[in-house]
């Protein structure tokens, strides 16, 4: 089978001695109409990979800042159906960037996970990252994700046992999301030392990259991480930016991420 756009990032980001950033918006958020332009913008400022947030009703592992992403793309009617579209038409003009949907299991199980993979694929996604699907009850899930050439992509967390880690090992494809925090996205507290602890111990087990998420918000603390990690993911500090407003929205992503990816190189060198 062919190497996936997200492993092919990961290559060439490691040849070259760097990590990846990846920016997080919810689709559909402040309107339907803004998603495709926002994804090129972040890809402008230096994303490697973007997270697609498909809006959700319950998302409990989001806190407030994202939660309420959802309820502004809610009350435009944003389905899944009308993200993988706009994935579409986000390839029409960038076939390089990997795009993951991040999201939790309803919208899938409603669609079919069969259903899914075969339109997602074929509107350009490379992964989904299903944040209450356990890995205990992912493995007929993941066959059919996979057998489309699909990524599935799981979270670890702090408290995560070794016995997860190794179903985590055994499912995932793509990378995995290290949660640094517990509790939920935008908290603060970001303990450098014991997530670099923390991932040392999950690469005894598991081989693909390992990307940092949660707690994350500034230049410093994504150099800080990157330092340790092989991916830096930022969400509720750009979807803060979203929530300012409209005007100048796509630049100001841009500038702020430009930031990030700057610090970021500079972590390793």
Not at 255 to 262: C, D, E, I, P, Q
Request: hydrophobic share 45%; glycine share 10%.
């Amino acid at each position: 089978m062919s190497t996936s756009r997200i492993q092919n990032t990961f290559s060439r980001l490691q040849a070259a001695g760097r990590q990846a950033l990846i920016p997080y918006i919810t689709a559909g958020d402040p309107n339907p109409g803004a998603t495709v332009g926002l994804m090129h913008a972040l890809v402008q400022g230096g994303a490697d990979i973007i997270e697609l947030g498909v809006p959700f009703s319950d998302p409990m592992a989001d806190g407030p800042v994202i939660q309420r992403a959802s309820e502004r793309a809610l009350a435009h009617g944003v389905s899944l159906r009308q993200v993988i579209a706009m994935v579409a038409e986000f390839r029409q003009t960038n076939a390089d960037t990997p795009v993951v949907l991040m999201g939790y299991a309803n919208p899938l199980e409603a669609m079919g996970y069969e259903v899914f993979a075969r339109t997602g694929v074929a509107a350009g996604i490379d992964g989904v990252l299903t944040v209450d699907l356990p890995p205990e009850e992912a493995p007929e899930r993941v066959a059919i994700l996979k057998q489309h050439g699909m990524d599935p992509i799981f979270l670890l967390a702090p408290t995560t046992p070794v016995s997860r880690m190794q179903a985590v090992a055994k499912l995932a494809s793509g990378y995995v999301y290290y949660v640094s925090l517990k509790g939920v996205t935008g908290a603060a507290n970001l303990d450098v030392a014991s997530v670099a602890s923390k991932l040392a111990e999950l690469r005894q087990h598991i081989s693909l990259p390992i990307g940092v998420g949660f707690g994350i918000r500034d230049a410093a603390s994504a150099k800080a991480v990157a330092s340790v990690a092989d991916a830096i993911i930022i969400g509720s500090r750009i979807v803060q930016e979203v929530e300012q407003g409209e005007a100048g929205l796509a630049g100001r992503l841009t500038s702020f991420l430009s930031g990030v990816r700057a610090a970021m190189d500079t972590a390793r060198a």
